[in-house]
């Protein structure tokens, strides 16, 4: 069990649709990454925040957006949903206040858009 | 964008052998690498690292090598068993941007 939270494990929703993945990260962990892992693709960097700013960002579509919380806990939102935003969605978080250290992942959400 | 590539989808060693996972990145700003392994319907997990600073590190049966003026990396993992069975990812970061390849499965055959 890395500590990082996901829900839902699998959403299963219709083109056009919206929906929002949620992850709460490591207690203590200040850094949240979101990453979309298509069929036998790699990890796709989407975004990253750290206590709350955006402070990189990858091929993160404009349908796509993000943000966290107080909380220190993340939303990534996808709207006007595509069959090919299909994929398992990775949060990760990690204690690091610099830079990307380790990563701590979640077991993902799986997205199946039909 | 493929800043991080791992050319070999795939690799089957026998147990026991040396398993030799190969990494290569383009962007000359990476100054952090990492090894990750995923099972099946789980999280990557953190194997290993190096820092820009160093060309090897140890951990147990994993070893990383850095060679930056090639811009390669490779994972050894001496001696391979049958748990070591996954997908790894090789990870390169440089500040808070951390990009991954493909992934190389690799099978190690009892």
């Known amino acids: 069990d890395s500590g990082v939270t996901q829900t839902p494990k699998h959403l299963i929703t219709a083109t056009g649709q919206r929906v929002t993945l949620r992850c709460s990260p490591r207690?203590?962990?200040?850094?949240v990454y979101w990453y979309q892992q298509s069929l036998d693709q790699g990890l796709q960097f989407l975004i990253q925040y750290y206590n709350g700013e955006e402070r990189a960002k990858g091929n993160i579509l404009e349908r796509f957006s993000a943000q966290q919380f107080p909380d220190l806990h993340s939303e990534l939102n996808l709207s006007s949903l595509e069959l090919g935003d299909s994929a398992l969605y990775f949060c990760?978080?990690?204690?690091?206040?610099?830079?990307?250290?380790?990563?701590?992942f979640g077991e993902g959400s799986r997205l199946t858009v039909l | 964008d493929q800043q991080v590539k791992q050319n070999s989808p795939s690799l089957s060693v026998q147990e026991g052998r040396i398993s030799i996972l190969n990494c290569d990145y383009t962007n000359s700003m990476f100054d952090y690498f990492l090894w990750y392994k995923k099972y099946p319907a789980e999280g990557p997990t953190f194997l290993i690292s190096?820092?820009?600073?160093?060309d090897k590190n140890e951990d147990g049966r994993f070893t990383v090598f850095l060679n930056k003026s090639a811009k390669h990396l490779s994972l050894h993992i001496v001696p391979s068993q049958p748990g070591d069975s996954a997908v790894y990812f090789c990870?390169?970061?440089?500040?808070?941007?951390?990009?991954f390849g493909a992934g190389t499965r690799l099978t190690v055959k009892p």
């Open positions: 207690s203590g962990d200040l850094s």
């Open positions: 990760a978080s990690s204690a690091q206040s610099y830079r990307a250290g380790e990563l701590f």
């Open positions: 190096i820092s820009s600073i160093k």
């Open positions: 990870a390169a970061s440089a500040g808070y941007d951390m990009r």
